[in-house]
């Protein structure tokens, strides 16, 4: 088992910043590929970014490749979203997700509201 828990949600102006953590605890930590999805009200659940366990690549939604990063760190069993540029379609609840692959993610966190204002 893994147990996900987010922070660092908010209010931001558009053109702000915010950066998402997930800590993670239970099976190693560094054995999973680590995702962002997000939710908005009315609207599917959808993909942001992840990064995977073997080889640290990483992959994003067209909507913020350029904005986005996601990073991990193994020894703190953390993973982050750094948000940049953030419009106000950016408003969701954000989630992570851990998983074997970028296919399969078998574990959730709770999420965490992030709000864009224009």
């Known amino acids: 088992q893994v147990q996900l828990v987010e922070s660092g949600g908010g209010l931001v102006q558009a053109g702000g910043s915010l950066r998402l953590s997930c800590a993670a605890s239970g099976r190693t930590f560094s054995w999973y590929t680590m995702g962002w999805f997000r939710q908005a009200p009315g609207k599917e659940r959808e993909f942001v970014a992840a990064h995977s366990w073997s080889g640290g690549s990483t992959s994003y939604v067209d909507s913020v490749k350029g904005r986005f990063t996601i990073s991990r760190d193994n020894a703190k069993n953390t993973v982050y979203l750094q948000m940049s540029s953030l419009k106000p379609e950016d408003t969701a609840v954000y989630y992570c997700?851990?998983?074997?692959?970028?296919?399969?993610?078998?574990?959730w966190g709770q999420g965490t509201q992030v709000t864009v204002s224009s």
């Open positions: 997700a851990a998983g074997i692959s970028t296919a399969q993610y078998n574990y």
